[in-house]
């Protein structure tokens, strides 16, 4: 039998977490359900779900302060990571993906808002787990084994810079518009806004450190991953 996929829900109120268990349930995933940051962490040390849906208020650590933890973490880092919350403005909606979350979706949102999401989340995680290992220069991705290394040593990247990465690499040269990256490296993206392509390659950046560099913006039209680049030197 092909195995469910694991959803761990942190949510402090019951009904909320009760109506997406069910739904969830009668959609061929397999929900667990933490109420705090405590058992939510419990959970993580003893079986990894396939995606977190994440509430952002919670009593004690809260939700955004968890997702940081958790994305620093080697066992949790790669582990799809979907806010849920009341909050819907932009500066928290990028908060939220600075602090490491894959996606965001604002309560009250509809189940089958949430199953398009969680389903975008997993697809964008799975095609690079049978690819091969692609270079540009020094920089060097193994998809098969999920690790990024520039000049030998390795680098940490979430789930959303590795396959944005991923994808500059196997394109290289090439200038990709905000629209083209939205669609090739997050597929679904009709929730998803071009800002969000622009929060993704600062945290590329940050994560490449020197060969960040590598990563260009070009102006007016979009992103571009080149060896071209001259790396200046670190001070
Ligand atoms: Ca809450």
Redesign the pocket.
Known sequence: MRRLPGVLIV???PAIAELISVNLRHNGFRPIWAMDSTSAQAELDNTLPDVILL?W??PGESGLALARRWRAHPRTKAIPIIMLTARGDEVDRVAGLDAGADDYIAKPFSTKELLARMRAVLRRRAPERDAGVVTLGELSLDAATYRVTYQGQLLKLGPTEFKLLHYLMSHAERVHSRSQLLDKVWGDHVFIEERTVDVHVKRLREALGEAGQLVETVRGAGYRLTAQTVLAKPA
């Open positions: 949510e402090d109120e509430d208020m919670l």
